[in-house]
């Protein structure tokens, strides 16, 4: 399997698998990982990588009739060559475009980019799909952000006072009580409509999440229970993480033939 690497030069690395144009790896100028990779990870075609920061299209989870999370994350896609930008900056483009083996599952035509961009202390991951075909298309998307974090200590910032659908309650809605969202036993949210700037505390520091373009914030941790039974993951490698994700998941993406829409999760430690 392809990795790819992309560095600036103050010392921040992203290590990129091909597959699925995941981001497996984000160290900042300082060092420090900011994500969590499965020691238990399967890396082989086909094969969702448990860790990094899945990109899910054309599908979010299990809700409608595709694979869960939809074909993206599992297929291997072109990259192009690292671009030096201003300030510093650089960026790797990958892209996946309908084929055979997509449109068994997905009857349309897109063009779907990944770029990802790095900064000394900064990360961009920008989801761009284009209609290519002539009818329109409808899709939800995600970027499953895996953020290393000690659970006992993590907290999540911003979200207070908003609703939430609460999938490990059966789908139930509830509010955010207080400031902060604490992990413990499984976690699955979804929060729509947050366009805020978000925190994530862990270890004494901060980890600020922006988004544009997504209009949904999920958050997750399975717990202690489906963590050992997920055989990719394993028991008590729950504690070692926090998901927070940039979502469309409520209200899917429609485009018209010829359109195009982009999201983004920035990422600043």
Known sequence: ??????????????????????????????????????????????????????????????????????????????????????????????????????RVLWAHEFEAVMEITLGARELEMRLRVRNTGPAPFAFTAALHSYFAADLSDARLRGLAGRPYEDAADGGRWRLQEGDEVAFGAELDRVYPEVADELTLVAGGQGLRIAADGFRDVVVWNPGPVLAAALPDLGAGQHLHFVCVEAANVLHPVVLAPGQAWSGAQRLFA
């Open 1 to 102: 399997m392809r990795h790819l690497r992309l560095e600036s030069p103050e010392g921040a690395c992203v290590d990129v698998s091909a597959q699925g144009a995941q981001v497996l790896s984000w160290r900042d100028a300082s060092g420090r990982e900011r994500f969590f990779l499965s020691p238990n990870a399967v890396f082989a075609p086909g094969q969702a990588i448990r860790g990094g920061a899945p990109v899910v299209f054309p599908q979010f989870s299990g809700r409608g009739a595709l694979p869960k999370h939809g074909f993206a994350r599992g297929l291997p896609w072109t990259a192009g060559p690292v671009e030096a930008l201003p300030d510093g900056l650089s960026r790797l483009s990958l892209s996946l475009n309908a084929s055979a083996e997509t």
